[in-house]
Protein backbone atom coordinates (compact mmCIF):
# COMPACT_ATOMS: atom_id res chain seq x y z
CA UNK A 1 0.00 0.00 0.00
CA UNK A 2 2.86 2.18 1.13
CA UNK A 3 4.51 1.79 -2.41
CA UNK A 4 1.38 2.57 -4.66
CA UNK A 5 0.60 5.74 -2.25
CA UNK A 6 4.30 6.73 -3.14
CA UNK A 7 3.76 6.16 -6.56
CA UNK A 8 1.03 8.60 -6.83
CA UNK A 9 2.34 11.05 -4.97
CA UNK A 10 5.42 11.02 -7.55
CA UNK A 11 3.20 10.88 -10.39
CA UNK A 12 1.13 13.92 -8.64
CA UNK A 13 4.41 15.85 -8.40
CA UNK A 14 5.83 14.90 -11.95
CA UNK A 15 2.63 16.19 -13.47
CA UNK A 16 2.60 19.23 -11.84
CA UNK A 17 5.20 20.72 -14.33
CA UNK A 18 2.81 21.38 -16.52
CA UNK A 19 1.33 24.19 -14.78
CA UNK A 20 4.57 25.84 -15.98
CA UNK A 21 2.86 25.98 -19.36
CA UNK A 22 0.49 28.76 -18.28
CA UNK A 23 3.95 31.18 -17.65
CA UNK A 24 5.13 29.80 -21.09
CA UNK A 25 1.72 30.94 -22.56
CA UNK A 26 1.70 34.34 -20.96
CA UNK A 27 5.13 34.88 -21.83
CA UNK A 28 4.18 33.99 -25.73
CA UNK A 29 1.18 36.68 -25.71
CA UNK A 30 3.65 39.34 -23.84
CA UNK A 31 6.24 39.23 -26.37
CA UNK A 32 3.09 39.12 -29.16
CA UNK A 33 1.62 42.32 -27.69
CA UNK A 34 5.29 43.81 -27.42
CA UNK A 35 6.11 43.02 -31.04
CA UNK A 36 2.90 44.85 -31.63
CA UNK A 37 3.97 48.05 -29.14
CA UNK A 38 7.10 48.06 -31.09
CA UNK A 39 5.73 48.45 -34.40
CA UNK A 40 3.26 50.71 -33.86
CA UNK A 41 5.91 52.94 -32.81
CA UNK A 42 7.59 52.50 -36.06
CA UNK A 43 4.37 53.49 -37.81
CA UNK A 44 3.98 56.48 -35.76
CA UNK A 45 7.80 57.18 -37.02
CA UNK A 46 6.47 56.58 -40.28
CA UNK A 47 3.51 58.42 -40.52
CA UNK A 48 4.92 61.41 -39.07
CA UNK A 49 8.21 61.51 -41.81
CA UNK A 50 5.42 62.75 -44.41
CA UNK A 51 4.48 65.52 -42.31
CA UNK A 52 8.06 66.35 -41.68
CA UNK A 53 9.66 66.10 -45.10
CA UNK A 54 6.79 68.38 -46.13
CA UNK A 55 8.42 71.71 -44.51
CA UNK A 56 11.21 72.41 -42.80
CA UNK A 57 9.99 73.54 -39.39
CA UNK A 58 8.56 70.02 -39.45
CA UNK A 59 11.98 68.46 -40.04
CA UNK A 60 14.00 70.11 -37.17
CA UNK A 61 12.00 68.52 -34.42
CA UNK A 62 11.08 65.38 -36.37
CA UNK A 63 14.70 63.98 -35.96
CA UNK A 64 14.93 63.49 -32.28
CA UNK A 65 11.52 62.61 -31.83
CA UNK A 66 12.30 59.98 -34.83
CA UNK A 67 14.84 58.63 -32.99
CA UNK A 68 13.39 58.45 -29.42
CA UNK A 69 10.75 56.66 -31.14
CA UNK A 70 13.12 54.02 -33.07
CA UNK A 71 15.35 53.51 -30.41
CA UNK A 72 11.90 52.95 -28.30
CA UNK A 73 10.99 50.11 -30.56
CA UNK A 74 13.96 48.30 -30.40
CA UNK A 75 14.15 48.53 -26.90
CA UNK A 76 10.27 47.26 -26.58
CA UNK A 77 11.09 44.36 -29.12
CA UNK A 78 14.65 43.42 -27.14
CA UNK A 79 11.83 42.90 -24.13
CA UNK A 80 9.95 40.76 -26.60
CA UNK A 81 12.59 38.85 -27.44
CA UNK A 82 13.62 38.46 -23.59
CA UNK A 83 9.93 37.06 -23.09
CA UNK A 84 9.82 35.13 -26.32
CA UNK A 85 13.16 33.21 -25.06
CA UNK A 86 12.03 32.82 -21.38
CA UNK A 87 8.62 30.91 -22.77
CA UNK A 88 10.50 28.69 -25.19
CA UNK A 89 13.15 27.14 -22.58
CA UNK A 90 10.71 27.10 -20.08
CA UNK A 91 8.86 24.84 -22.44
CA UNK A 92 11.92 22.75 -23.33
CA UNK A 93 13.03 22.63 -19.48
CA UNK A 94 9.84 21.82 -18.14
CA UNK A 95 7.24 20.31 -20.69
CA UNK A 96 8.92 18.63 -23.99
CA UNK A 97 11.79 19.24 -26.46
CA UNK A 98 10.67 21.54 -29.32
CA UNK A 99 11.86 18.93 -32.28
CA UNK A 100 11.24 22.04 -35.04
CA UNK A 101 13.83 24.18 -32.84
CA UNK A 102 16.68 20.95 -32.50
CA UNK A 103 16.47 19.39 -36.24
CA UNK A 104 15.62 22.47 -38.62
CA UNK A 105 18.93 23.83 -39.66
CA UNK A 106 17.75 27.66 -40.05
CA UNK A 107 16.32 27.53 -36.79
CA UNK A 108 17.86 30.10 -34.44
CA UNK A 109 20.08 28.23 -31.89
CA UNK A 110 19.33 30.94 -29.17
CA UNK A 111 15.94 29.44 -29.19
CA UNK A 112 17.43 25.91 -28.17
CA UNK A 113 17.92 25.70 -24.33
CA UNK A 114 18.67 22.23 -22.88
CA UNK A 115 19.80 23.87 -19.08
CA UNK A 116 18.72 26.47 -16.51
CA UNK A 117 21.96 27.73 -17.35
CA UNK A 118 21.56 28.03 -20.82
CA UNK A 119 18.41 29.74 -20.17
CA UNK A 120 19.90 32.37 -17.75
CA UNK A 121 22.92 33.16 -19.77
CA UNK A 122 20.85 33.60 -22.79
CA UNK A 123 18.15 35.60 -20.81
CA UNK A 124 21.19 37.67 -19.17
CA UNK A 125 22.80 38.97 -22.26
CA UNK A 126 19.37 40.25 -23.91
CA UNK A 127 18.31 41.93 -20.62
CA UNK A 128 21.73 43.67 -21.23
CA UNK A 129 20.91 44.87 -24.70
CA UNK A 130 17.90 46.21 -23.33
CA UNK A 131 19.57 47.91 -20.69
CA UNK A 132 22.43 49.14 -23.22
CA UNK A 133 19.48 50.66 -25.27
CA UNK A 134 17.39 51.62 -22.72
CA UNK A 135 20.32 53.72 -21.38
CA UNK A 136 21.03 55.08 -25.19
CA UNK A 137 17.39 56.21 -25.18
CA UNK A 138 17.98 58.25 -21.80
CA UNK A 139 21.36 59.89 -23.00
CA UNK A 140 19.45 61.31 -26.09
CA UNK A 141 17.14 63.22 -24.00
CA UNK A 142 19.62 64.24 -21.43
CA UNK A 143 21.10 67.48 -21.56
CA UNK A 144 24.87 67.99 -20.51
CA UNK A 145 25.58 70.90 -19.49
CA UNK A 146 29.09 70.81 -17.30
CA UNK A 147 32.08 68.36 -17.23
CA UNK A 148 30.58 66.40 -14.75
CA UNK A 149 27.48 65.14 -16.65
CA UNK A 150 29.84 64.21 -19.53
CA UNK A 151 32.08 62.21 -17.14
CA UNK A 152 28.57 60.52 -15.53
CA UNK A 153 27.61 59.69 -19.57
CA UNK A 154 31.49 58.19 -19.72
CA UNK A 155 31.42 55.86 -17.00
CA UNK A 156 28.26 54.68 -18.22
CA UNK A 157 29.24 53.86 -21.57
CA UNK A 158 32.38 52.28 -19.89
CA UNK A 159 30.94 49.91 -17.79
CA UNK A 160 28.10 49.08 -20.70
CA UNK A 161 31.00 48.13 -22.91
CA UNK A 162 32.80 46.10 -20.01
CA UNK A 163 29.25 43.94 -19.21
CA UNK A 164 28.98 43.15 -22.64
CA UNK A 165 32.46 42.08 -22.99
CA UNK A 166 32.52 40.16 -20.33
CA UNK A 167 29.38 38.24 -21.35
CA UNK A 168 30.88 37.63 -24.34
CA UNK A 169 34.19 36.22 -22.80
CA UNK A 170 32.62 33.77 -20.94
CA UNK A 171 32.00 31.30 -23.44
CA UNK A 172 29.88 28.71 -24.41
CA UNK A 173 29.22 24.98 -22.60
CA UNK A 174 30.36 22.55 -23.00
CA UNK A 175 27.82 20.74 -24.16
CA UNK A 176 27.49 23.08 -26.82
CA UNK A 177 31.01 22.44 -27.95
CA UNK A 178 30.55 18.40 -27.96
CA UNK A 179 27.93 18.67 -29.98
CA UNK A 180 30.10 21.11 -32.60
CA UNK A 181 32.75 18.71 -32.75
CA UNK A 182 30.50 15.69 -33.28
Known amino acids: ?7 VVERILWESRFMIFLAVIASIIGAFILVLVGTYDIIIVLKDSFHAFSSLEHFEGFHKEAVKHIVSAVDVYLIATVLLIFGLGLYELFISKIDAAETNNRASKILV ?4 DQLK ?18 A ?7 IKTLLFLAVGILAISL ?9 EYPSENNEKSH
Do not use: C, P, W
Open 1 to 7: MRKIIEQ
Open 113 to 116: VHTL
Open 121 to 138: DKLAKVIVMVLTVTFFKF
Open 140 to 146: IDFHYEN
Open 163 to 171: SIYFLHKGG
